[in-house]
């Protein structure tokens, strides 16, 4: 190990693991708002309600993120109407392609996650809100809701976690977070191991922080309590 | 409606492939590392229970891409150096060995926690009774616990080789020739971006359509004796 060479370069890796941090804050929040509808449509009785979020979850499940990312970065290129759109300046930059699919893709697992939390919900609660004159629509959002934010959070937080490691794809398109950077250190030094390793150090850390945020989190909306019965 | 290939249909059957051949030797190593590392968790030996959670926890906190990266690029030295002690001077790792390194380091984390929970499962009695019959420890975990084991631990490996077949995309940074790999090279040729990213898409959905088929089976069959026919 030769630590001189990784503190030189260290100010640089830790501007790489800043954009690899707001990728994945930006898609983590994004996805969960795009995730809340889809979550809801998708655990509907009606099959009509159900069946587009499930294509949806299906396909962004069933396909790696690489390819998704390079569908959308390099694929939509391809049709003259996105190129002539008012979107195309933001279709065009790798940032915003990163986080648009990093967003459709952890939006489908986490329609997922809130769907197992919503039928998780004993059926009797909701059937109390609805006893106590609450319209559906309130009951969705006093009950229905708050009760699957507090059973879903441990799987939200898994999910965090998979993206922030997911989001070292976005070095594919030439976006230079943690990995991306790492990897045009190397090319300029030549440590491999010693800027690899390095790289996997400070995303154990980031890791381990997120972790032990979420367990306040938990402790906070006091998700324990809410559990046992 | 028929899609135009431009004649790369067949180069992308053939990395579709190396994709099932790769997912399948990392299965393998995979599986051997997460049941060692399972072992190693529950052992009573301290050493080998911290060797046991710093695998599992080192391992999952580096993204895959870094150890593709990091096994592919990292090894030059280390892998020449063991080629020269053994009379080979130009020894290398392929991208296919390299990639099955990687994603069988990083499914065995995983599984090191399917393959704990499964062990923890088995009631305490069975090994006890093994005991009093006086089978050696081995055979009390080949005879008793694995056969057990496979059923509670199948769901969980069923979800990590969904993750595995897809992981394998990552695979084309390196430059092996699976689908994603293929799919790059005819965009390179014919443009036409989206139509072969889509159709790889599609090749990759149609794996983990067969995979959760065959996990279906696998687990219907590892279930018999335990829910009732009707």
Redesign the interface.
């Known amino acids: 190990m030769e630590w001189e060479v990784i503190l030189k370069w260290l100010p640089k890796l830790m501007q790489g693991a800043t954009l690899t941090l707001e990728l994945t804050a930006v898609s983590v929040l994004a996805g969960l708002i795009v995730a809340i509808p889809l979550g809801i449509a998708r655990s509907s009785k009606l099959w009509y309600v159900r069946s587009l979020p499930y294509a949806y979850i ?2 962004f499940r ?7 990312l ?2 959308v970065y ?6 003259d109407v996105v190129r002539e759109s008012a979107l195309w300046p933001y279709l065009r930059s790798p940032f915003w392609c990163a986080i648009i699919t990093m967003t459709l893709h952890t939006a489908a697992y986490i329609a997922e996650i809130l769907r197992g939390a919503i039928q998780a919900i004993p059926p009797g609660e909701i059937e109390a809100a609805r006893a106590l004159g609450m319209s559906r629509f309130k009951t969705l959002v006093h009950i229905v809701l708050p009760r699957a934010a507090r059973i879903g959070l441990p799987a939200y937080s898994n999910e965090v976690i998979l993206m922030l ?5 976005a ?2 398109v030439t976006l230079l977070e943690l ?1 991306g950077m ?2 045009t250190i ?1 090319a300029r030094n030549y440590q ?2 010693d800027m ?2 390095a ?2 150090a400070i ?2 850390i980031m ?2 922080v997120l972790i032990q945020g979420f367990k306040l989190l938990e402790r906070w909306l006091r998700v324990d309590a809410c559990q046992g019965r | 409606m028929t899609i135009d290939l431009y004649g790369f249909g067949p180069a992308l059957a053939a990395g579709a492939l190396m994709t099932v051949k790769l997912a399948l030797t990392a299965l393998c190593l995979g599986l051997v590392l997460g049941l060692l590392g399972a072992l190693a968790k529950t052992s009573p030996f301290k050493p080998l229970r911290w060797l046991g959670g710093a695998y599992s926890t ?1 391992v999952r ?6 150890w593709v ?2 096994i592919y ?2 090894s ?2 280390l892998v020449r150096a063991i080629g020269e002690y053994i009379g080979m001077p130009d020894l290398t790792l392929s991208a296919f060995a390299a990639g099955v390194l990687a994603l069988g380091l990083c499914f065995g984390a995983y599984a090191t926690e399917v393959f704990r929970g499964a062990i923890l499962a088995i009631p305490k009695g069975h090994r006890e009774a093994g005991m009093a019959l006086g089978l050696s420890k081995p055979r009390i975990f080949t005879k008793l616990v694995l056969p057990q084991m496979w059923r509670i631990a199948l769901p969980g490996l069923g979800n990590l080789f969904m993750i595995l077949m ?5 695979v ?2 390196i430059g092996l020739e699976e689908i ?1 790999r293929q ?2 090279n005819a ?1 390179t040729f014919a ?5 072969f ?2 159709v ?2 599609v090749m ?2 149609g794996l ?2 067969l995979a959760m088929g065959t996990m279906h089976v696998l687990e219907k069959r590892a279930a018999r004796g335990f829910v009732r026919r009707t």
């Open positions: 299906f396909f069933g396909t790696p993120l690489l390819i998704q390079f569908l390099y694929g939509l290129a391809q049709f490691k997911a989001s070292s794809l070095s594919t990995t790492t990897r190397i491999t191991v690899f390793l790289a996997g995303y154990l890791s381990f | 080192l906190g580096v993204p895959e891409l870094l990266l990091l690029f990292g030059v030295n897809k992981d394998t995309a990552l084309s940074v994603m799919a790059q965009v443009k036409h971006p989206f139509t990213y889509m790889a898409a990759y959905l983990t359509v």
